[in-house]
């Protein structure tokens, strides 16, 4: 490969990795991983794979998938997600998950839990297709909302969804450890019977004291949503906690408005997740274009390709035929949304090829140009 | 109304319309692209890589085959047996990493998978020239320019005559000469066709000018040479060393002979490329154009002169595969980056297309397109030359 695959942490040279430098004479212009990865996917290094080892559905649209992953995995923290490739309908997806098992479980393996949500054709595509024995590339584990070593004092975990799974790695970690504190939480969903890992909050609940967990319905008859009033009368401390939250961007932005006005915002931590698509615009309009290494912002119409529209902006982008067919003047969206002139069809995913020779702005967009 | 210069008898509404037929087709294969494409291109990767293997490990075998090792199955037929086997299989591996996968994946056919493996952005193969400067050699320049004199460099390579409407030199009586030698040297010769050392040779350019760009090809170079031509025979010959206390064979003739394989299985490659790559363009039929000819090209014209300047080779499935589907050179030339397990069923349609517009679709065997393409290089050798084996006169080169 011409440029290796960038790992995304530092080691010493392993003993391996030095082996490889000779062995790789034999296998150039390949590897001898992409030769290792013919005997078992697991032993690869210039990417990473994981086996999928079991899947289990744990309610109608949600399911957890425990993955094997291969020699160079190091190990998670709990609250941490990864990302994961998911080859669907030919293509080959990227999307982040959290990872929802304890670091301390002992058979190598972790788990991350998905639930099909409306129009997600990926995760639609995980909670049906993926099936024992698949391999899917993985990133290393990433992020920052994690638990810190010191034990946080009394912890409160606000969590909505699948915005579950960071906050069950992480209380499942702390009674792995015995150390679990007095520790609250408020969970929402739909219904009960789509509460994802569900059964096993409650089992944690019945079983260990110092766990309350607080199931909330929104759905079912009155009004449970977030606010002030029964954030107190659940978990009346809650000024004094430190408070771990993650779900939809409707009910952080709820507990963010809440916790600023009690004055006590530094409590809290938030996970994010931050969708991948732009919504596109109805009518095919141009925009703004950011030509995000140039440092370059600049208007552009809806019919002017966008190799055209960097070189107004004096850039001298890399191009060839101008029309289409060499695919010399390929680069990254990073954000927004693009058209191709010739289909018509919208690129409106962040990390997309666009051929800017003949693909204009559709709305704003950001090019990594 | 006609404007255009191109040799048919289209008006330039009815080229538009060809044109948007030719889009309609590549849309609607585009569109079914899947998983079963993604399939076809996984298997054949993993083909490729157990079979450049396994080929490694028989001519390894072999070895233990040499008489020297006195044992009852130990002569030269069973060695030499095992060593042609591994060799052809080697051959065939390059072929098809070559053909099959990197051709097609530099030409981006496979990125709209965003498999970050399969990218013709890092993808890089397994002969002399570096993929990205191959990607502008063949991609930008041979795609856009096609069969244009003065334009694309694939037209003679810059030594030959392939077309009567090159002026004649006496160089070009050596033609037949440097048609074997390229044959047999191709990947060199691919390595080495470069716009900057083509115009340094008609001296329009410093040396200066492109020793990084040689740096570059060294490079790739030295890492084929390493492989093919150090290691492995090399690590053959260490392990033969102790065993030439024993057994009287010397450990340099080990390394001969493995170094003397893969140099065998290159040679086949070599041939093989050189053979359908040829059959592409030069084949009797196909059409040249000049510069005055390709000013104000609408990209139905593009469309056009694709196909007048390009010759399909017909073949069975596994022929259509080893050849990288280049055997499928008109539709290649019309969707370079149309994914190359779907030509076949772009062949027919295209095919038809140029039938209702009356237009020439050159496609014939093998044997015709690569014996058409040496008669007219030796013909072409010589001063003048018309095409007198040429089926369709209306067909002949315009000039
Ligand atoms: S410049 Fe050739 S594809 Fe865009």
């Known amino acids: 490969m011409r440029q290796p695959v960038p790992t995304e942490h530092n080691t010493t040279p392993s003993i391996w990795s030095r082996l490889s430098t000779i062995t790789d004479y034999f296998a150039w212009p390949l590897r001898t991983s992409h030769y290792l990865e013919l005997v078992n996917p697991l032993w690869t290094t210039h990417k990473m794979q994981a086996r999928v080892e079991k899947v289990w559905d744990e309610t109608r649209d949600a399911r957890t998938i425990t993955l094997r992953p291969g020699l160079n995995w190091r190990g998670h923290r709990a609250g941490q997600h990864v990302r994961v490739g998911i080859p669907a309908n030919g293509k080959h997806y990227t999307r982040t998950y959290t990872i929802s098992s304890p670091p301390e479980r002992n058979d190598d393996c972790f788990t991350i839990t998905v639930k099909a949500i409306d129009k997600g054709t990926i995760s639609h595509h995980i909670v049906r297709n993926i099936k024992v024995g698949d391999y899917l590339p993985i990133g290393l584990p990433q992020g920052d909302f994690y638990l810190p070593d010191a034990n946080p004092i009394q912890p409160l975990f606000i969590t909505a969804g699948s915005g579950i799974t960071p906050a069950f790695s992480m209380i499942s970690s702390l009674i792995a450890q015995e150390r679990l504190p007095d520790t609250c939480h408020l969970h929402y969903s739909p219904h009960e019977f789509d509460v994802v890992l569900g059964k096993q909050l409650k089992e944690m609940d019945a079983k260990h004291s110092r766990y309350h967990l607080n199931l909330l319905y929104t759905r079912e008859g009155k009004d449970q949503h977030f606010s002030e009033a029964q954030l107190a009368a659940l978990c009346p401390d809650w000024k004094e906690r430190d408070v771990y939250a993650c779900g939809p961007p409707s009910l952080l932005e709820a507990i963010e408005a809440c916790f600023e006005q009690a004055g006590c915002s530094r409590n809290l931590h938030i996970e994010r997740f931050r969708a991948p698509f732009t919504e596109i615009p109805k009518d095919a309009v141009g925009g703004k274009v950011r030509f995000a290494q140039s440092g370059i912002d600049t208007e552009a119409d809806s019919e002017t390709p966008l190799l055209k529209v960097a070189e107004d902006a004096g850039m001298n982008p890399p191009h060839g035929c101008r029309m289409g067919i060499c695919h010399t003047c390929n680069t990254t969206l990073v954000s927004g949304c693009v058209r191709d002139l010739r289909t018509g069809e919208v690129l409106n995913e962040a990390g997309s090829i666009v051929q800017t020779c003949i693909c204009a702005a559709a709305g704003d967009c950001e090019l990594d140009l | ?399």
């Open chain 2, 1 to 399: 109304m006609k404007t255009h210069k191109l040799p048919v008898n289209l008006t330039d509404e009815q080229i538009e319309d060809f044109g948007r037929e030719l889009d309609a087709i590549r849309d609607e294969i585009l569109d079914s692209r899947g998983e079963r494409d993604r399939a076809y291109i996984l298997k054949v990767i993993k083909t490729q890589r157990s079979m450049a293997l396994g080929a490694r490990v028989l001519i390894y075998a072999s070895l233990f085959f040499l008489p020297a090792w006195g044992h009852a199955l130990a002569v030269w037929p069973v060695m030499l047996t095992l060593l042609g086997l591994g060799t052809f299989m080697l051959g065939i591996a390059k072929i098809l990493e070559n053909m099959e996968i990197a051709h097609n994946v530099l030409h981006a056919q496979w990125d709209w998978m965003k498999d970050p493996e399969i990218q013709s952005n890092i993808w890089e193969w397994d002969t002399m020239s570096p993929s990205d400067r191959w990607m502008h050699s063949h991609n930008v320049v041979h795609h856009t320019w096609t069969n244009v004199l003065e334009k694309d460099l694939d037209v003679g390579y810059g030594i030959m005559r392939v077309t009567p409407m090159q002026r004649w030199k006496p160089a070009y009586l050596l033609q037949p000469v440097y048609f074997i030698l390229l044959m047999l040297l191709f990947e060199e010769g691919v390595a080495f066709h470069e716009q900057a050392i083509d115009d340094h040779i008609k001296g329009k350019n410093k040396f200066a000018d492109f020793k990084p760009l040689l740096k570059r090809i060294g490079y790739k170079i030295w890492r084929q040479v390493a492989k093919d031509y150090i290691a492995w025979p090399l690590a053959a010959a260490l392990v033969a060393i102790p065993i030439s206390f024993f057994v009287d064979f010397s450990p340099l003739a080990v390394f001969g002979i493995v170094a003397g394989a893969n140099a065998i299985a290159n040679v086949i490659r070599n041939i093989w490329a050189f053979m359908i790559i040829f059959c592409g363009h030069f084949p009797a039929g196909v059409h040249n154009f000049t510069l005055e000819q390709v000013e104000g090209e609408t990209r139905a014209r593009w469309y056009l002169r694709q196909l007048l300047g390009s010759c399909n080779i017909e073949g069975g499935k596994l022929f259509h595969v080893l050849s990288g589907n280049l055997s499928h050179q008109i539709e290649h030339h019309l969707f370079p980056d149309m994914c190359s397990n779907r030509y076949k069923e772009a062949s027919p349609r295209v095919r038809a297309l140029a039938d209702r517009y009356g237009l020439p679709y050159n496609s014939a065997s093998l044997f015709r397109q690569f014996g058409t393409t040496w008669l007219k290089n030796i013909r072409l050798a010589f001063p003048g030359g018309g095409e007198p084996y040429q089926r369709n006169p209306s067909q002949a080169t315009s000039s």
